[in-house]
């Protein structure tokens, strides 16, 4: 384990806030397939994704957070893309690249969930330099 020399560190949760919790629920477990870890008073849902948590909260604490945009890094963007399509994710478009150098590329789609949060799955490959 590295050793955190301050500043931030990696992600370890993010918060959405949605007026219908168990749409958002069914969402997230059955439609993108994420582990659900629990749901808890009042009106949150917290989801497992690898090394971060995504905390789901019902229109009951829904004023105490914003939403933020999640993206989910992907292996092979055009087989998480048909996977998602065929458990009934809607996509704004069709994958496409969003960056690209000689030694590095990033492809993004777009979807929503049921509150019309923004979503994306990203395939990166080779190096990001500035």
């Given at each position: 384990m590295t050793q955190f020399s301050g500043g931030?560190?990696?992600?370890?949760?993010?918060?959405?806030?949605v007026q219908d919790l168990d749409a958002a629920v069914e969402f997230y477990?059955?439609?993108l397939g994420l582990r659900l870890i629990g749901r808890?008073?009042?009106g949150l849902a917290f989801f497992d994704i690898g090394n971060t948590r995504?905390?789901?909260?019902?229109?009951?604490?829904?004023?105490?957070?914003?939403?933020?945009?999640?993206?989910?890094?992907?292996?092979?963007?055009?087989?998480?893309?048909d996977e998602l399509?065929?458990?009934?994710?809607?996509?704004?478009?069709?994958p496409k690249v969003i960056h690209?150098?000689?030694?590095?590329?990033?492809s993004m789609a777009f979807f929503?969930?049921?509150?019309?949060?923004?979503?994306?799955?990203?395939d990166e490959h080779g190096t990001l330099t500035a």
């Open positions: 931030v560190g990696t992600l370890g949760q993010v918060g959405l806030s477990a059955e439609k808890f008073p009042p995504l905390m789901i909260t019902g229109v009951e604490q829904a004023s105490k957070i914003r939403n933020s945009t999640l993206y989910f890094n992907v292996p092979d963007i055009h087989i998480s893309y399509v065929s458990r009934g994710v809607v996509f704004e478009a069709e690209a150098t000689d030694d590095y590329s990033l929503r969930d049921p509150d019309g949060n923004v979503m994306a799955i990203m």
